[in-house]
C-alpha cells in the first residue's frame, strides 16, 4: 500500500506533544518497517518545517534540531513526490470549479500530487477540508 502524509499527520507524528501523537507515529513507524510505501509532498516537507520551527514550544526548536526530525523521523522513510508542474495552474482552477477560496488551495496540491503518484490513502487529520478538496476520493481519504 501507498500512503501519501499530509502535514497534519507528519507534524503530530514528530511532536510528542500533540494530542495525536500516538496514531500518526504508527504511519511513520510502518514506513520505518516497509510494511506502507510512505511518500510525501515536497510541499508539505517545507510546510512541516515551517511549523515544527514556529511552535510555540519552551525552548523553542531551531532550524537545526526542526531538520533532524524531519530527516531523521520521516525523510528516511518517505519519498518526496509532487504534482506535476503543469497541476499548479490547473490548481486554481480546480479550486474555482469547486467553489473553494483561500487555504484549501494548498489542500488540492497535496490531493494532485496523491493523485499523480498513485497513492492508494492520503492520510491526514484534516479529513473534512481534504474531502471538500478532493469530492471523489472516497474512501482513499483516511484517518491516522
Not at 503518484?117 to 487529520?125: I, M, S, Y
Amino acid at each position: 500500500m501507498k500512503a501519501l502524509l499530509d502535514s497534519s499527520v507528519v507534524v503530530a507524528a514528530l511532536w510528542s506533544g500533540h494530542p495525536q501523537h500516538d496514531a500518526c507515529r504508527r504511519w511513520l513507524e510502518r514506513g520505518a518497517a516497509r510494511k506502507v510505501e510512505l511518500v510525501v509532498p515536497a510541499s508539505v516537507v517545507a510546510e512541516c518545517y515551517a511549523v515544527l520551527t514556529a511552535l510555540p514550544l519552551r525552548p523553542r526548536l531551531t532550524p537545526p534540531q526542526a531538520t533532524r526530525l524531519l530527516r531523521k523521523g520521516l525523510l528516511e522513510h518517505a519519498s518526496v513526490v509532487g504534482a506535476p508542474p503543469r497541476d499548479h495552474a490547473a490548481v486554481i482552477d480546480e479550486a474555482a470549479a469547486l467553489g473553494l477560496a483561500g487555504g484549501v488551495v494548498h489542500d488540492l496540491v497535496t490531493v494532485r500530487a496523491a493523485r499523480s503518484c498513485r497513492a492508494d490513502v492520503l492520510v491526514t487529520l484534516n479529513l473534512r477540508d481534504f474531502r471538500r478538496a478532493w469530492p471523489s476520493g472516497g474512501e482513499a481519504i483516511v484517518p491516522p
